[in-house]
């Protein structure tokens, strides 16, 4: 057991971690970040490989009870309908994501205020911009400026191809008179910081061996480990350990690549372990100042988990789509109902993103996260030849509200290889998403017929159940100890030295792909923690 | 799986690849071919080494097991008497023959892994974008203030 201590422990090398690391470089404290899983090299993409499509299904699964590598810990889903994705490596689910890149809106801090639900978050937009510009910077966003669904700002790379499915799209929404703008994308439009620019591959998810997609393996740990920042891979934290006198995290017990339990010490101990990684950390963090688990006197660790419920509809067009090419999930998006219309029977709302179809392998299972393969004998060769290769499609966002009794806890049997408790995830969908998906299906039905569209597909199925990607909401900030579990700059209302960057302290989840965001806040909490250094712990 | 497959009569193996056929048929011009006749056969009985599975093994032994029945009912019966069998199968068969590289180019995708090379996508001049986007920009900003 080592002795040793840093100054700032970080628990997970992923987007929020590597971030909140960036922004405590200029202290010049001593940083150190454990990793789960192992550094990756493009070599080890499979997009490299002939049977690349191969691996969607195997080891580079987006579902870790897919994968079941040895770094991946098991996650029981069974009483949900959706199940959370990630990946386990230096990069963390950057390395696999698809890297759409929408910022949350204004309203989307402001929910209580404005639409009588949920919470207003701790911060606002106004506060995070300056954080979402320098993170744009930091990870090399492709976009349009002058989107009007957003406050003004501008993307620091020009917009990837839209191709000829987004212009077919744009062309329905132009027809309806409906918002709709080039997505904003983490991949290169053009070669920029020693990146080389997307290829349109459509290999996002495989790991991107061209380094066009911005994970932060390839962004912020670059730099990160030129200034001395220390990742260590293939270190599984089990418990983060607390002073029982002082009531301060001391540092956490991890098993090592060797097999073995070693003991870190820190000043500062960040989690950056998702959504659903952080609160089962904190659940398994049980001591006698905690007997419910750490930072959990509020009773709010593992609550309000949020996704993005996600659906699809496609229309069948009489020329090829061409949706093999080009990244997988981002050529352009509509926010047109993406804000409360008390007509509309629902509270809040949802984007409509545009979809490819990948490749026909994919395509054939179902689609991606979708595990529904079409039909076989002649009706699967009508679909293969008469609609694949002329599908459009548009996925459906749709925000998520908090609600106590969707929650992680943790499993009574399931555990890792290490023997540590898995996650186990209880999650329902509510009225208000139901009736946001149905009227989202209708809508993206008219755009895509207005769009040329000869037969639109897919209306009324489930929602996709292995695309749990965005998990949010089960360690959430406020400024109330009784109802939150980190303050309005991360800190735990309960262990004055511990920190919580990722996806869980959200209070609300918008309807946008959150990593924008994720980031955003990282640094945002970097910064306060830098302002507040001399008195961090008080 | 490679015990089925070394002891698989011809016969067998002729049962296997007319099941595979009514899984994926042939296109009516000929110019894509079935499952069966484009060799996915071998892959199925080798097995797929992380895909495969006791499901594919039942599976397999149950289509060549009545060399004389037509394919589709085969197949079909399959599918009504042990559904997890028969999607095992199904599965390995989709992920079998779309992973072929000369049916990967039927279909217009490169037959070969798509990095580094990547696809063609014709340019997006900055002035059809902004001709595209422009009704949008007209409406103006349309957030919400708070």
């Known amino acids: 057991m080592s002795e040793d201590v840093v100054d700032v422990l970080i628990v997970g090398a992923g987007a929020s971690g590597a971030a909140l690391a960036w922004s405590l470089l200029e202290t010049r404290m001593r940083i150190l970040c454990l990793e789960q899983g192992p550094r990756m090299h493009d070599r080890d993409f499979p997009s490299r490989q002939p049977d690349y499509e191969l691996a969607r299904y195997g080891a580079f699964s987006c579902d870790p009870n897919v994968r079941q590598l040895p770094q991946d810990y098991p996650i029981n889903a069974e009483d949900s309908p959706i199940t959370p994705v990630n990946f386990n490596a230096v990069g963390g689910s950057t390395i696999n994501y698809l890297a759409h890149w929408p910022r949350m809106h204004p309203s989307d801090f402001r929910v209580r205020s404005l639409d009588g639900v949920a919470d207003d978050w701790p911060v606002d937009y106004a506060m995070l911009a300056p954080f979402y510009e320098m993170n744009d910077r930091n990870m090399g966003i492709s976009g349009l400026a002058g989107n009007p669904a957003y406050p003004d700002y501008s993307p620091p790379l020009p917009p990837i191809p839209i191709g000829k499915l987004g212009q077919t799209l744009a062309n329905g929404f132009n027809a309806l008179g409906w918002h709709w703008w080039p997505s904003d994308v983490a991949i290169l439009s053009r070669d920029h910081d020693g990146r080389a620019a997307c290829v349109n591959a459509g290999t996002c998810d495989l790991g991107c061996a061209r380094g066009a997609k911005a994970s932060v393996d390839l962004t912020y740990w670059q730099m990160l480990e030129r200034a001395g920042v220390e990742v260590r891979p293939g270190c599984r934290v089990r418990e983060v350990e607390v002073d029982p006198k002082t009531g301060f995290a001391t540092g956490v017990l991890y098993h090592g690549p060797d097999g073995q339990v070693h003991r870190q010490r820190a000043e500062m101990v960040v989690l950056a372990c998702n959504g659903v990684g952080t609160p089962r950390l904190l659940l398994n963090s049980r001591s006698t100042l905690f007997p419910d688990g750490l930072a959990n006197r509020s009773g709010q660790v593992g609550r309000n988990l949020m996704f993005h419920p996600l659906t699809g509809v496609t229309g069948i067009f009489d020329e090829p789509m061409e949706g093999f090419k080009g990244p997988m999930a981002c050529a352009i998006l509509s926010q047109q109902f993406y804000e409360t219309d008390p007509d509309r029977g629902f509270v809040r709302g949802y984007g409509l993103h545009s979809g490819r179809h990948t490749t026909p392998m994919t395509y054939a299972l179902g689609g991606y996260g979708i595990d529904d393969p079409i039909p076989w004998g002649q009706a699967h060769r009508e679909r293969m030849d008469e609609m694949y290769p002329f599908s459009a499609g548009l996925t459906v966002v749709t925000e998520d509200l908090p609600r106590p009794e969707n929650r992680v806890t943790l499993d009574e049997t399931l555990t890792d290889s290490d023997g540590i408790p898995a996650p186990c995830i209880t999650y329902a969908l509510d009225d208000n998403t139901r009736a946001m998906i149905a009227h989202a299906e209708d809508r993206a039905e008219e755009v895509l017929l207005a769009a040329g569209a000869r037969r639109v597909v897919g209306k009324g199925r489930p929602v996709w159940r292995r695309a749990g990607w965005h998990q949010m909401g089960t360690a959430r900030m406020g400024r109330d100890p009784e109802r939150s579990v980190v303050n309005e700059w991360g800190r735990s209302h309960d262990v004055k030295n511990l920190f919580i960057v990722d996806g869980s302290i959200f209070v609300t989840a918008g309807a946008v792909n959150p990593t924008s965001t994720i980031q955003a806040l990282a640094l945002y909490i970097g910064d306060r923690i830098k302002a507040n250094l001399a008195n961090l712990f008080d | ?146």
Do not use: N, W
């Open chain 2, 1 to 146: 799986m490679a015990q089925v497959d070394t002891a698989l009569s011809d016969q067998g193996r002729k049962m296997l690849d007319s099941v595979l056929d009514a899984l994926i048929p042939a296109s009516t011009d000929g110019r894509i071919p079935g499952a069966g006749a484009s060799g996915v056969g071998s892959a199925v009985v080798s097995g797929l080494s992380e895909h495969s599975s006791a499901d594919l093994d039942r599976a397999v032994a149950y289509v060549i097991a009545a060399a004389d029945a037509d394919p589709g009912a085969r197949a079909e019966a399959l599918e009504h008497s042990d559904p997890l069998a028969f999607e095992a199968l199904l599965r390995t068969v989709y992920m079998a023959y779309y992973s072929r590289p000369e049916i990967r180019a039927l279909f217009g995708l490169s037959p070969l892994p798509t990095q580094p090379e990547g696809y063609k996508v014709s340019p997006q001049p900055a002035e059809m974008l902004a001709e595209l986007a422009a009704p949008v920009r007209r409406r103006g900003p349309f957030y919400r203030e708070c």
